[in-house]
């Protein structure tokens, strides 16, 4: 698995799964505002799900991972209370996924631009305000997609597609990497019918997109359990037999089964 730098050193990093902008431009536009996530709100999913993630990391010795911050027995008294103030700060509603996902994995401590993990939500900040040099690189070469390509999810989204006018406004809840732009983001700008957030990993030119938190976090668990060859987007007949099972979503309406 290789992920590229893309400050100072850009590279030729391609997932090879991803189609280019002409092989989506004919398809029908997402209109994700309309669309149910396949969310269904569970604790005891995420607790199944962070555990087997947990395991198989372990498992795997993987040097650097974002369950390593994950204690199941750590005895911490994070919880609504800690949600419900970053929600006020930001001035925004955390999508469902999300805050079950933070009750479970109940963070404990921050992380650097140059460290691998989750943040608790007191440390969530907006990408601007994470990383100015970040949002300066971006948008010195500007891309924004157009609708067609830019709301294509699933294995047939275009890596190289972005909103580089969102960025600015993405929230910054985590890190999959060393790499100053490997950042793991939620754009509020960009919510489904049951109010999820469209997530994303930030790429070394471009981004990949999973319409809610849910989904990218079953995308992220697969890069990192199985290290495959190349970074997310998976089928979702990739995700079969691994520790997504542990997370079902209904009626995938972005990839085929």
């Known amino acids: 698995m290789v992920l590229c730098g893309l400050i100072g050193s850009l590279c030729a990093c ?18 994700i ?22 395991d198989r990391v372990d498992v795997n010795d993987l040097p650097r991972s974002v369950m390593y911050q994950y204690d199941v027995t750590r005895d911490t008294d994070f919880g609504p209370i800690e949600i419900a103030r970053a929600e006020d700060r930001l001035g925004l509603a955390f999508s469902k996924s999300y805050i079950d996902f933070m009750l479970e994995y109940r963070p404990v401590a921050a992380i650097s631009p140059s460290s691998i993990g989750m943040l608790p939500p007191s440390e969530v900040s907006r990408l601007a305000e994470w990383s100015p040099e970040l949002i300066r690189e971006l948008e010195r070469y500007p891309v924004e997609s157009s609708d067609d390509v830019y709301f294509v999810y699933g294995t047939r989204q275009d890596d190289s597609s972005s909103r580089t006018s969102l960025m600015r406004d993405a929230l910054v809840i985590g890190k999959y990497g060393d790499a100053l732009f490997e950042v ?15 997530g994303a990993l930030l790429l070394h030119s471009g981004e990949y997109r999973a319409p809610s938190f849910a989904e990218l976090m079953r995308q992220l668990s697969f890069l990192e359990t199985r290290r495959p060859e190349h970074v997310p987007p998976y089928s979702q007949a990739s995700l079969q037999g691994s520790c997504a099972d542990r997370l079902p979503l209904v009626e995938v309406w972005w990839d085929s089964p």
């Open 14 to 31: 391609h997932d090879g799964s991803s189609a280019s902008p002409q092989d989506v431009s004919n398809d029908p536009m997402i209109d």
């Open 33 to 54: 505002a309309h669309k149910h996530s396949g969310y269904l709100p569970s604790s005891g999913s995420w607790k199944a799900f962070l555990a087997c993630w947990k």
């Open 184 to 198: 793991i983001l939620l754009y509020p700008q960009v919510r489904t019918k049951d109010g999820e957030m469209q």
